[in-house]
């Protein structure tokens, strides 16, 4: 879950608009609405979080917990909002970490582990930690039937995230020629 943006730019929103896309995949595959937030979605949310005994799926600590995304509900790696793809974490296991990805021998790139990579780094090497955690998502992962994707879907999936976060950052920027012409006839009439 992220933190309310104080400072709202037209990507916010394209960001938004995917996450509610991928929301509707989800529901598609879960074959019923999805809100973490009331009704059944939020029954199904709780019951995860009792089967992680109230604990953060990655370091184990007993806290406030927010809803984390195994596979990251953004529009390159377009995880689903599906009871499959959620596990209880602290706010600190939230962030997902970046690790550097050699393009060429100029280029470094740097991009954003899987869950099992931010997983090993949480639990710094202790093998019987990570092991024990890693069986516990997956077990949950495979209780909720996430879906597995074809590469056709997972392609159309791709591309249909892609175009609406496209869409909705080109309307920003048209609306901020906008707002410039609106500017300028406001510099006129001061005259
Ligand atoms: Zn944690």
Redesign the pocket.
């Known amino acids: 879950m992220k933190k309310m943006t104080t400072y709202n730019t037209y990507a916010d929103a394209a960001n938004t608009a995917v996450r509610a896309f991928l929301t509707s995949v989800g529901e598609h595959y879960l074959g019923e609405t999805f809100n973490t937030g009331s009704g059944s979605g939020k029954r199904i949310w709780e019951t995860i979080k009792e089967e992680f005994d109230h ?7 007993q ?1 406030t917990l927010q809803i984390e995304h195994l596979v990251m509900f953004n529009r390159t790696e377009y995880g689903l909002h599906h009871p499959g793809n959620i596990v209880p ?6 962030k997902r970490q970046r690790k550097k990805v050699e393009i060429s021998p100029e280029r470094v790139k740097k991009v954003y582990v899987n869950w099992e990579g931010q997983l090993k780094a ?1 639990c710094k090497g202790n093998e019987t930690n990570f092991n024990k955690r890693k069986k516990k998502i997956e077990k949950s992962i495979k209780k909720y039937n996430y879906p597995e994707l074809s590469k056709n879907e997972e392609n159309s999936i791709r591309v249909m995230a892609e175009s609406l976060y496209g869409l909705i950052k080109q309307s920003g920027d048209n609306t901020n020629i906008l707002y410039k012409e609106l500017e300028k006839s406001f510099v006129v009439e001061k005259k």
Not at 55 to 61: F, H, L, S
């Open positions: 604990r953060c799926a990655y370091c184990n600590k806290t974490t602290c706010q600190d296991c939230n949480i």
